[in-house]
C-alpha cells in the first residue's frame, strides 16, 4: 500500500469519515481492505483526475455521503519518465491536466464551503523535483513547481478566511520502514490539519 491508503488509515483511526478517489475500481477496493476495522469510515468513488466533470460528480456524491469536506488532500500524480528534450507541448499537457488541473478542480469543490465556513485545511502533495529538476522527469518536475507556486499563492489568498493551504514536498523514495515510510509520511499531514496556528506550515520539506 502507498501513501493514499496511509492517509486514509491515519484519518479514519481518528473517526474521520474518509473519502478516497481514484480512476481505478480495483485500486479502491485494494486501499479500503487496509483499514478493515474502521471500513465503516471510508467509501471509495471512483473519479479521473484529469476530468473536472468527474471530479464535480465524485465530490456530490462525496458530499451527500459525509457532508462538506473538512480536510482535503490532493495526492494524485501522472508519474511519466521523458526526457526533458523529448517533452511536446501536448505531453506537458496531459501531465499538467493531472498534477495541475485535477488539484484545481478538487480544491474548487470544497473551497467555497471551507470559505463560508470559515475553516478547512488542504494539503497537497509535492516533492523535491519542484526545486531540484531531473531530465528524465522534466514534466514532473515543472508540474509540482507550478503546484507549489499555485498553493503558496492560494494559502496567502484565503489564510484570512480561516481556510489553510499545504504542501508537504517528500524528498525521497516513499516506501515502507524507514523515514520515508507512507504511515510515517501520513503523521506529518494529520500534523498540519491539527497544529495550532503559530505552528502550522505552508510547506513541509520531508526528508531525513
Not at 63 to 91: C, F, M, P, Q
Not at 156 to 185: H, L, N, S
Request: glycine share 8%; hydrophobic share 45%; aromatic share 8%.
Amino acid at each position: 500500500m502507498g501513501l493514499g491508503a496511509s492517509l486514509m488509515r491515519r484519518f479514519a483511526r481518528e473517526d474521520y469519515r474518509v473519502a478516497i478517489l481514484a480512476r481505478r475500481p480495483e485500486i479502491l477496493e485494494s486501499v479500503l481492505d487496509s483499514e478493515p476495522t474502521r471500513r465503516g469510515n471510508c467509501r471509495s468513488f471512483v473519479a479521473d483526475a484529469a476530468r473536472p466533470k468527474s471530479l464535480v460528480d465524485a465530490f456530490r456524491a462525496v458530499t451527500d455521503w459525509a457532508g462538506e469536506t473538512d480536510v482535503l488532500i490532493y495526492n494524485a500524480a501522472v508519474l511519466k519518465e521523458r526526457l526533458a528534450s523529448k517533452l511536446t507541448a501536448g505531453h506537458m499537457a496531459a501531465d499538467m491536466a493531472v498534477n495541475l488541473g485535477g488539484a484545481l478542480s478538487a480544491i474548487g469543490q470544497v473551497l467555497p464551503a471551507m470559505r463560508r465556513r470559515g475553516q478547512g485545511t488542504i494539503l497537497l502533495t509535492g516533492g523535491s523535483l519542484a526545486f531540484d529538476p531531473m531530465p528524465a522527469w522534466a514534466a514532473l518536475g515543472a508540474s509540482k513547481a507550478a503546484l507549489r507556486n499555485f498553493a503558496l499563492a492560494l494559502g496567502k489568498e484565503v489564510r484570512p478566511d480561516g481556510v489553510r493551504v499545504a504542501m508537504v514536498q517528500i524528498c525521497g523514495r516513499i516506501e515502507p520502514g524507514g523515514f520515508f515510510d507512507p504511515d510515517r509520511i501520513a503523521d506529518t499531514y494529520w500534523f498540519l490539519h491539527n497544529a495550532k496556528a503559530e505552528a502550522f506550515q505552508e510547506e513541509i520539506i520531508y526528508k531525513p
